[in-house]
């Protein structure tokens, strides 16, 4: 355990060395200059000692340390604090980029449903920087060690007897002990009410809540529960810092009568001779810093486990990547075409804490060269089937085949550079056009570049989306998304065509997934987009790829080469539309529950 | 400065408002903190003294020395419990006046100004970071530090007002070139950063989402998205850190000049006490005071927090006053009234000219659209063509440039019960974090009805928007929260909230609106869920003037009366069969879609009677 945590401490000590070895050392003059401001009083009891014995250079040496003290101690503080801000920023930067690495690059998207991780991730992703701050909470923990280690010498240089004292420390560790407790406590109290207040004050400005609230007569309301809400979120550290200044109470009652207790019996003997002016001032001046021992060991103490605990979730994260990336070791590059097509045997698959299998024992074969439609109700299994295909989720029994080869022994990496597609949860990219269509074909290698503007353009007009990029005032340079000043915020329509022309980017995929992506769209544009998808399913065969069209629209279903209905996470029927209208079963149903809304 | 005293002024009056008995105790624990260290440096001066003269009095001063030493820690903790506890009333005032804010308006034109917007969330994520939690204990440590400091000049004045000013300029002088170093600092972290702090932090953030996480695969987008935040994030912080150490440059200056002149002080008290003009109990005294003085100096942290506490109250008040509001809340103004009319209403779309600040085009420009109360309309237009404009300033979020918008003859722009008229579900409604009473009963909740009385009608709204199944899922129990991320909460999925934003709005039809609304209402169902829907879709807008936006044109044709958009306003304008017969872009439109299923093969009787049985 200690072996782990110096581990952690290495960590972040070498990350900002790596970074920057001077502003590594600096950052810690702050000490330096607390280590000064902790001797006082022992600069006091040389200056008393001088002025009672007349010895000029004890008077010198004490002057001069509280002068040093006082006017070199913001000095160092500055530069200590500039030092520490900047490598807070850096630090964050580099393990914020190293979180995100792992995150985007694990092979599955597991993680994203994995409760544990997600825990994990939320500590960590809150803000900005977090493990900036792991690195300023071992500074403070050392400026919180230097104080007591100091202010222990500097008393028992003067009195042993002041080290009694630190026996009150017992019963203030387990004062201590009970406010952190309180504090975690309202910490949990209050989570709740911190999160529906966030929630409701965030409905006040997003401007689809506030139009709903102006229609419904609601604003009041909103602002009645921003206001409760609030109240109840701040309400329960309020109360735990009151009770523990009622106990704080307490503790410095009993402290003040034993240092009462200490200070007479040393006046005592000051007054009868038997210890020096210069010891009791020494004493005197030390009591208070004394009481503050335990206080500032035990902040030592929370700020290293602050620390600890979030390096260690993040050193978590990162075992995580790579035990993840053992699991998906297959090196073999994919195909440069199919012959046989896609296979898939025996499937069985569960979502991470469902209890239910989204697939069971699922055997299908999707043939080289043809345009397959996947129809079934809400959650029948249909883009589960796409996330197996293109390896989001690894199958809990069965295999999944690309011509012969299981998808496990094939580079993950290379085969989904082999497929592409366009999901009805598409990111909405709030980047430049050029880049929010562009990273739909990255060129591999150390600098991944986004494709020439021909390319694109070609993309989009496949997509049928030409005229959202007309649309745009500064073509490809437009700034997407109303978040930027700039920004242009494009309707769902347009964000939708958006997704699909980064879906036809890539020339020619082995698997080309198309996963309700016209759902927003009007009928026109989504005539215009079926005929390019044949087009570009033609263009995608010659290559013997497959292209898989998940839609509710049956109209789209029929011209497919081939249909298949999942239901229950496993296949109901499949054959092409005349097959399966002949066989009048679920199929035949469904479609002509829609087909009746034409005729 | 004049500015610096108004933002000081309204900081101070605004604490004042949140809670007058805190703000007044602690005022009156600053004073005692003050008060304490006085004491105790006086005492135990006095103390020292009459030990090296071996004198009684020391007893009597030594308790006094005691009783300074102990209050100051006392004061301490009660001063950050009372800080906490203002804190709250603080955080509830400035939360609400943002909020109210947001909410005043009558429009949304303010939150859809990307300007504007960022505003508020900048506020907002400093109201809730962790300097917007803890300003009052930072403001008030500032205060309780400035009566130690004017403690330890008491202590010092007592034996020379020269000294004591001199240390006193020295230690003004550090705060000076402190606080402006934090200031750059600041003004960095809060202003000119942030745009491309929040570009960087927008695309590390990508690879963490689980929404898109599929397409961040496939496209293997993550390496090039750290490129760019590496980039971006540079570029962010480049400048901040030029300017800082520029900064940084003039604070070491002003540091050792403060450092020189405290060198000064001390050599000045160190050679009276040398040549015999100030006792030794007094010297220690002085000494003490000196020190303590530094607490109005730097204060590091607390100050800094202290500042964007005023920076971000400023911030508030002229949020609100850009957007023509009182720098304080309004008095309370309850619920709102109950419409006053009743019954379908007349909608009427005369000459309307609307084009978006941010667009050179109109919108619209001269369109007219009339529908008498109680009539079925569809609209239908392609992608962009202003559809879901038209609803908004039905709705009376958007006043039209020219021409005018009228609910039963009321304007909704300007009237709130007009707007109240127009029941809307948008397409992106929302799924609030309350219970499934609440989600589906909102406007009658807003209206202060209580829970007996709207459980009828949200009962019967869920059911006519085919959401009985939602109801079962959740052992019928109305109070389950629909947000997995509460106790007891729950999560539904699109189709069920689809349905249970649509019963929202059939409660609102029921709480008196006499327009109702559908933008895409049944886009994330289910074949059968729809049908389900539009089966019932006659029988559940009777009595209530009914807009209908859809692309499935297979919905649309149950409305009486269908409006085709154009770029050049209405372009058609008749009943389903009327503009078949008629031909042009509708019927073009509804062949497209049904010539899929014609080509497919026609479906055979059995089948479509099949599928009429069974929806």
């Given at each position: 355990m200690i072996r782990y945590h110096l581990q952690s401490i290495g960590l972040v000590l070498r990350t900002s060395w790596r970074i920057s070895p001077s502003a590594t050392l600096i950052a810690f003059l702050e000490a330096v200059g607390r280590v000064l401001q902790y001797l006082r009083p022992l600069f006091f009891g040389l200056i008393v000692g001088g002025l009672t014995t007349h010895s000029l250079h004890l008077l010198v040496l004490g002057v001069g340390g509280i002068a040093f003290s006082e006017s070199c101690g913001f000095l160092l503080g500055t530069a200590g604090v500039q030092a520490r801000v900047g490598l807070n920023e850096r630090i964050g930067h580099h393990f914020d980029a190293e979180v995100a690495r792992i995150s985007g690059t694990a092979a599955t998207l597991d993680h994203l449903q994995d409760p544990q991780y997600r825990d994990q991730m939320h500590a960590l992703r809150e803000r900005m920087g977090a493990l900036g701050m792991a690195y300023n909470s071992l500074i403070n923990a050392v400026n919180n060690l230097v104080a007591p280690v100091t202010t222990i010498v500097v008393a028992a240089g003067a009195d042993l007897r002041l080290l009694l004292l630190l026996l009150i420390g017992v019963p203030a560790t387990w004062w201590a002990n009970r406010t952190m407790r309180w504090e975690q406590r309202a910490e949990d109290a209050s989570a709740a009410a911190g999160r529906r207040s966030k929630h409701f004050s965030g409905l006040a400005v997003d401007p689809v809540a506030a139009s709903e609230l102006r229609i419904f007569g609601a604003r009041n309301l909103l602002l009645r529960l921003v206001g409760r809400e609030a109240g109840e979120w701040r309400k329960p550290f309020a109360q735990a810092e009151t009770r523990g200044a009622a106990l704080s109470t307490g503790v410095t009652l009993l402290y003040v009568v034993a240092a009462t207790g200490i200070l007479v019996w040393m006046a005592h003997d000051a007054l009868h001779g038997r210890i020096s002016a210069a010891r009791f001032t020494t004493g005197v001046l030390v009591v208070g810093q004394l009481r503050d021992v335990v206080g500032s060991l035990q902040s030592t103490v929370h700020f290293l486990g602050q620390m600890l605990r979030t390096v260690k979730r993040y050193r978590w994260l990162a075992e995580y990547g790579e035990t993840a990336a053992a699991a998906h070791a297959g090196t073999t590059a994919a195909p440069?075409?199919?012959?046989d097509g896609l296979t898939l045997r025996g499937v069985s698959f569960r979502y991470p804490g469902s209890e239910r299998e989204a697939l069971h024992d699922l055997d299908l074969h999707l043939p080289a060269g043809e345009v397959i439609a996947v129809v079934g109700e809400n959650g029948a299994g249909k883009s589960t089937l796409i996330g197996l295909l293109t390896g989001m989720y690894d199958v809990n029994a069965g295999s999944v085949l690309v011509d012969s080869t299981p998808l496990q022994q094939l580079s993950l990496d290379d085969w989904r550079r082999h497929c592409s597609g366009a999901f009805q949860d598409h990111l909405k990219l709030e980047l430049t056009a050029r880049e929010a269509v562009g990273v739909g074909d990255l060129s591999p290698g150390v600098a991944p570049a986004i494709p020439s503007d021909e390319r694109l353009l070609a993309a989009l007009d496949d997509a049928a989306a030409s005229d959202v990029l007309a649309a745009l005032?500064?073509?490809?340079?437009t700034r997407l998304?109303?978040?930027?000043?700039?920004g242009v915020e494009l309707s769902g329509g347009q964000w939708q065509r958006l997704a699909i022309g980064r879906a036809m980017v890539r020339r020619s995929p082995l698997l080309l997934v198309l996963d309700e992506p016209t759902s927003a769209l009007d009928p026109a544009t989504e005539h215009a987009l079926f005929d390019r998808y044949s087009a570009a399913a033609k263009a995608t065969s010659r290559a013997g790829g497959v292209t898989l069209i998940v839609t509710h629209r049956f109209s789209t279903v029929a011209s497919a080469d081939r249909v298949i209905v999942l239901a229950d996470g496993t296949v109901a029927e499949q054959g092409t539309h005349a097959e399966l209208m002949a066989a009048g079963g679920r199929y035949a149903q469904l479609y002509g529950l829609q087909a009746a809304g034409y005729r | 400065m004049r500015r610096w005293v108004g933002v000081e002024r309204h900081f101070w009056r605004m604490m004042w408002r949140s809670s007058r008995p805190l703000v007044a105790a602690l005022f009156a624990i600053a004073a005692a903190r003050g008060l304490a260290i006085w004491l105790m440096i006086y005492s135990s001066g006095q103390a020292l003294q009459a030990v090296a003269d071996r004198s009684d009095r020391a007893w009597g001063w030594l308790v006094l020395t005691v009783i300074g030493l102990g209050a100051s820690p006392l004061a301490e903790a009660w001063q950050g419990a009372a800080s906490y506890a203002l804190q709250t009333r603080f955080t509830r005032q400035q939360t609400l006046l943002l909020a109210e804010a947001a909410n005043a308006p009558h429009g949304i034109g303010h939150l859809e100004n990307s300007e504007t917007r960022a505003r508020f969330n900048d506020i907002e994520e400093y109201l809730r970071g962790m300097f917007g939690v803890n300003a009052m204990y930072a403001v008030w440590s500032v205060i309780g530090y400035g009566a130690v400091g004017l403690g330890g000049f008491a202590a010092v004045a007592q034996w020379s007002w020269p000294v004591a000013l001199w240390t006193l300029l020295a230690f003004r002088v550090l705060h000076a070139t402190w606080t402006g170093y934090l200031d750059v600092l600041l003004k960095d972290l809060v202003e000119d950063g942030s745009i491309g702090r929040r570009q960087a932090d927008y695309l590390r953030s990508l690879p963490l989402e689980r929404a898109g996480g599929k397409e961040l695969r496939l496209f293997g987008m993550t390496p090039w998205l750290l490129r760019r935040y590496a980039e971006v994030w540079r570029a962010a912080f480049t400048g901040i850190w030029q300017r800082r150490s520029r900064a940084l440059r003039g604070a070491l200056i002003g540091c050792t000049v403060a450092g020189i002149m405290l060198v000064g002080s001390y050599v000045w008290a160190g050679h009276a006490a040398w040549t015999g003009s100030l006792a030794v109990g007094s010297t220690v005294a002085v000494l003490q005071g000196l020190m303590q003085m530094s607490s109005l100096g730097a204060l590091g942290d607390f100050n800094v927090q202290a500042i964007r506490a005023r920076f971000y109250e400023n911030e508030i008040r002229s949020l609100r006053s850009d957007l023509g509001l009182a720098a304080t809340l309004p008095e309370r103004t309850g619920t709102p009234r109950a419409i006053d009319q009743r019954g379908a209403a007349a909608v009427d779309v005369t000459g309307v000219t609307f084009t978006y600040?941010?667009?050179?085009?109109?919108?619209?420009?001269?369109l007219d659209l009339h529908i008498p109360a109680g009539q079925s309309v569809a609209v239908v237009g392609v992608n962009g063509v202003g559809k879901s404009t038209l609803i908004k300033l039905l709705c009376g979020l958007y006043a039209p440039d020219a021409g005018t918008v009228r609910i039963d003859g009321r304007d909704p722009a300007l009237d709130d019960a007009a707007r109240r008229r127009v029941a809307t579900i948008f397409q992106d409604f929302v799924r609030y974090h309350l219970s499934l009473e609440t989600n589906v009963a909102l406007p009658l909740v807003a209206r202060g009805i209580d829970e007996q009385a709207l459980r009828h009608t949200a009962d019967e709204a869920l059911r006519d928007a085919a959401g009985a199944d939602v109801l079962t899922r959740l052992d019928d129990d109305w109070a389950t929260i629909l947000e997995p991320g509460y106790a007891g909460g729950t999560d539904l999925s699109g189709g069920q909230w689809q349905r249970v934003a649509l019963a929202r709005a059939l409660t609102a039809v029921a709480a008196g609106a006499g327009v109702l609304v559908l933008d895409?209402?049944?886009?994330?169902?289910d074949v059968r869920a729809e049908a389900e829907i539009f089966s019932r879709f006659l029988e559940v807008t009777r009595g209530v003037t009914t807009i209908l936006v859809s692309h499935r044109l297979s919905s649309v044709r149950h409305a009486d009366r269908i409006v085709v958009l154009g770029p050049e306003g209405v372009v058609q304008d008749g009943t389903h069969d009327e503009l078949l017969v008629a031909g042009g872009p509708y019927a073009d439109m509804f062949r497209l879609q049904a010539a899929r299923f014609a080509a497919a093969g026609a479906v055979s009787d059995q089948n479509a009677e099949m599928a009429g049985e069974s929806a």
């Open positions: 440069e075409a199919l012959h005032p500064d073509g490809l340079d998304g109303s978040s930027w000043p700039s | 600040r941010s667009r050179a085009e109109p919108v619209f420009r001269g895409e209402p049944t886009a994330a169902l």
